[in-house]
Every structure is written in structure tokens, then in C-alpha cells.
């Protein structure tokens, strides 16, 4: 499956963006979709993931919960992240990613997601 996220750019602290992440080439009902970012000089974090095949297991980082929320249309092979009352420390290139075989527990894990589209960057001024 090939992925694609889109929807960042420059908002002020408080404000909102919606990223998508679309997906082509593969049974996306069946993949769990995670959002994950990375900020300069910090290391790649979860951020939101949603599972598939109708399970719709969905976890949150602690810090976005309350503010994000993270939807998927099979329909349209499109998981979104709505991101409300953004903060300077959400400024990070965010990336989607996605896999058929995950377990629970390793969903909150970067290294356990076989495809990554390539990032959109949120900047969020204070």
C-alpha cells in the first residue's frame, strides 16, 4: 500500500488543521493507520492510530488527547486527524503509516508499521 499525507501548513496557537492521509495499492479497510511526527532534533512519537476490519480501536498519545481525533473513510481510503487548539510544541513533520498485522499492543510503535508515506509539516506559530 502506498500512502500520502497531506493538509499541513502554518496556523497560529489555538488554531485547528486537518490532515489526510490517503492510501492506494492495497485492502485499506484491513490496515491500522497511525499518525506519528517528529519535531527537529527529537525523536519520531505516536501521535493517533486507528485499526482496521471494522475494529475501530483507536488510541491517542497523551498529549494530543482532548485535542485530536483521528477518523477513517474506507469508502474513500482516507484516514484524517483533526487537530484542534494546536500548541507551538505540536510543530513537527507529520507522517501516516499503515500495516495489516498489528497486534493491540504494538500499535502506539513506529517500528511496528511496514508503510510510511512521506510527511506533511504542521508549523504552529506562538
Known amino acids: 500500500v502506498q500512502l500520502q499525507a497531506s493538509g499541513g501548513g502554518l496556523v497560529q496557537t489555538g488554531g485547528s488543521l486537518r490532515l489526510s492521509c490517503v492510501a492506494s495499492?492495497?485492502?485499506?479497510?484491513?490496515?491500522?493507520i497511525g499518525w506519528f511526527r517528529q519535531a527537529p532534533m527529537k525523536e519520531r512519537e505516536f501521535v493517533a492510530t486507528i485499526s482496521g476490519l471494522g475494529r475501530s480501536t483507536i488510541k491517542y498519545a497523551d498529549s494530543v488527547k482532548g485535542r485530536f481525533t483521528i477518523s477513517r473513510d474506507n469508502a474513500k481510503n482516507t484516514v484524517s486527524l483533526q487537530m484542534n487548539s494546536l500548541k507551538p510544541e505540536d510543530t513537527a513533520i507529520y507522517y501516516c503509516?499503515?500495516?495489516?498485522?498489528?497486534?493491540?499492543?504494538?500499535?502506539?510503535?513506529?517500528?511496528?508499521?511496514?508503510?510510511w508515506g512521506k510527511g506533511t509539516l504542521v508549523t504552529v506559530s506562538s
Open positions: 495499492g492495497g485492502a485499506f479497510s484491513r490496515y491500522t
Open positions: 503509516a499503515g500495516d495489516r498485522n498489528l497486534i493491540v499492543s504494538s500499535m502506539t510503535t513506529p517500528s511496528a508499521y511496514d508503510y
